[in-house]
Antibody, heavy 118, light 107 residues
């Protein structure tokens, strides 16, 4: 059974930094591209970033480019999102998601809530 | 970047009724479009990929169609368990943009 488990609830001040983690199991992690998607309270889904199976290719939404860095450790079956220069508008539930290999997202974690507030 | 326009933003239909949601892209994306269902308090669930292919385990009352710039998600006979918000997403290239969502309720 595929499982994606993100790190727990987190609170940080504006301008601060945070690293999210996602532990994957139930599939061959290093065969798949992985994604981060976020959802602000009461709002829709926003794609954030993706990383290829080997970490060689990464892409970002314009809203986070230059502030967030996606990475992975295939030896630990883990996905990460380093978030710097955080803003109040980054407050959201952050989901990690598995790429099917065709591009759509076929499995999602339960999400981890990041609150940016003073 | 390609813009996604999803409509309507909300709708209400009777149990057993037919529901149609549309998604339009500002440039052609072939059939690189997926539909997701998100129930309240839950993570999104993949319903349809490649515009019209049903994900394994998804009821056959859900169907998708379209190619290029215009896409449709149809629920042929709305059931109470289909109350949710539905999102389209393009995945031909990054950024993998989502539509704004359609909230479906029972009348």
């Amino acid at each position: 059974e595929v499982q994606l488990v993100e790190s727990g609830r987190l609170v940080v001040q504006p301008g601060g930094s945070l690293r999210l983690s996602c532990a994957a199991s139930g599939f061959t992690f290093d065969d798949y591209t992985m994604h981060w998607v976020r959802q602000a309270p009461g709002k829709g889904l926003e794609w954030v970033s993706l990383i290829s199976w080997d970490g060689g290719n990464t892409y970002y939404a314009d809203s986070v480019k230059g502030r967030f860095t996606i990475s992975r450790d295939n030896t630990k079956n883990s996905l990460y999102l380093q978030m710097n220069s955080l803003r109040t508008e980054d407050t959201a539930l952050y989901y990690c998601a598995k790429d099917s290999s065709r591009g759509e997202l076929d499995y999602w974690g339960q999400g981890t809530l990041v609150t940016v507030s003073s | 970047d390609i813009q996604m326009t999803q409509s309507p933003s909300s709708l209400s239909a009777s149990v057993g009724g037919r529901v149609t949601i549309t998604c339009r892209t500002s440039q052609g994306i072939s059939n690189f479009l997926a539909w997701y269902q998100q129930k309240a308090g839950k993570a999104p669930k993949l319903l349809i990929y490649a515009a019209s292919t049903l994900q394994s385990g998804v009821p056959s009352r859900f169907s998708g169609s379209g190619s290029g710039t215009d896409f449709t998600l149809t629920i042929s006979s709305l059931q109470p368990e289909d109350v949710a918000t539905y999102y389209c997403q393009k995945y031909n290239s990054a950024p993998l943009t989502f539509g704004g969502g359609t909230k479906v309720e029972i009348k």
